[in-house]
């Protein structure tokens, strides 16, 4: 999911060797497979054909096409994931010269909206090759 949405769209493609009317379900109620009236989608011999659904909430499912007869002639598994509340980032670094080695990491919110704040905690450690000197620090970083 995105973050600060409570629905997403979704869309794949299906592709058949033949012309064939299918249908195409979810295993869970919180995909809605959006179709014609009749739910069918007709699939013309080698031409991919485009699907939307629409997706309520994180869940996981199967994607089941069944043909003209309800015989399910495909499954596909998938996963709507939960929208990240955290980004992390690390960082290795080398400057030959001085020879020096450093290490980072840091943690961020991600924002719920393009107007609100983005607060990151970072944390260095710093390793001088030559004599073995260690140095370190920490942060707090505030972007808009």
């Not at 014609?36 to 309520?56: C, E, F, H, T, Y």
Request: hydrophobic share 40%; net charge negative; proline share 5%.
């Amino acid at each position: 999911m995105i973050t600060g949405y409570s629905v997403v769209n979704l869309t794949f493609a299906v592709i058949g060797e033949v012309l064939a009317d299918v249908t195409i379900e979810s295993s869970d109620p919180r995909l809605i497979i959006r179709a014609d009236s009749s739910g069918k989608l007709r699939l013309s011999p080698n031409l991919l054909q485009s699907v939307s659904a629409l997706a309520r909430e994180p869940h996981q499912g199967i994607i089941r096409v069944r043909n003209s007869l309800g015989q399910v002639i495909a499954e596909a598994p998938y996963e709507v994931a939960a929208a990240k509340c955290l980004n992390q980032n690390t960082s290795l670094g080398y400057v030959p010269g001085s020879n020096q080695a450093s290490l980072s990491y840091s943690v961020s919110s991600v924002p719920q909206s393009i107007f609100d704040l983005c607060l990151s905690a970072p944390v260095g450690l710093g390793l001088n090759l030559a004599t073995g000197e260690t140095s370190g620090g920490v942060g707090i970083n505030i972007s808009w």
